[in-house]
């Protein structure tokens, strides 16, 4: 149980394009899911969370306006990457859990999107 | 500033040895320590997590220790096989937002 799926698990595009990578909690509801960045050789950076119904939280430095999220089910959450420019190339990661049943917060990360933004 | 602490930053060891990792952490108030393996391009999968009452938790052939008053944990890893070759990631919770350590690369060579 709590398999977290990303698509595309790989995407290329031009500069200036936008890119949608999707989450979903496949065996469990999420009421919360998360969305990380990872540049090679170092650890995961949070992004910003999701509670499904309501907007994002981003951490600081974050461009809420280039990072589109979306939440519209408690199985579905989709980062939309605006505007793409090379510096946005990385491996997002996004991860999800469900608040009050696991004593830990458990979070389940998804697989990962490598985006290279040519 | 929250910080977790890894060490070494990479090790490389024969399969069939063991190796233990380090993770140091000033994070507060303190949830849960989590040990992830991540392998490359992959997300992270969890190992092992400890609340501040646990001392030693296991998971097949890796075992992390925790002492929540120096704030220090390990991870052992037993009998080592090609397929641990990975990073393994110390995780400190506050609360649902995670505090990660840089990891540690450990390459397994036959």
């Known amino acids: 149980g709590a398999v977290v799926s990303q698509h595309p698990s790989r995407v290329i595009c031009k500069s200036g394009t936008s890119v949608k990578i999707e989450c979903r909690s496949l065996?469990?509801?999420?009421?919360?899911m998360f969305w990380y960045r990872q540049f090679p050789k170092q650890s995961l950076m949070l992004m910003a969370t999701?509670?499904?119904?309501?907007?994002?939280?981003?951490e600081q430095g974050v461009e809420k306006d280039k990072f589109l999220i979306n939440h519209a089910s408690l199985t579905l959450s989709t980062l939309t990457v605006t505007s793409a420019h090379p510096e946005d190339s990385s491996f997002y990661i996004c991860s999800a859990s469900v608040a009050g049943v696991d004593p830990y917060n458990e979070q389940f990360f998804g697989p990962g999107t490598r985006l290279t933004v040519l | 500033k929250n910080q977790v602490e890894q060490s070494p930053q990479s090790l490389i060891i024969l399969e069939g040895k063991n190796c233990t990792l380090q993770?140091?952490?000033?994070?507060?108030?303190?949830?849960?320590l989590r040990w992830y393996k991540q392998d490359t391009g992959r997300g992270p999968v969890s190992l092992t997590i400890m609340t501040f009452s646990e001392n030693t938790k296991s998971n097949g052939r890796y075992t992390a220790t925790l002492d929540a008053d120096t704030k220090q944990s390990s991870l052992h890893i037993t009998a080592s096989q090609l397929s641990d070759s990975a990073s393994y990631i110390c995780v400190v919770s506050p609360g649902y937002k995670l505090s990660f350590g840089a990891g540690t690369t450990v390459t397994v060579r036959a």
């Open positions: 065996d469990f509801q999420a009421t919360t």
């Open positions: 993770c140091n952490y000033t994070v507060s108030p303190f949830s849960n």
């Open positions: 999701s509670n499904e119904g309501s907007k994002a939280t981003y």
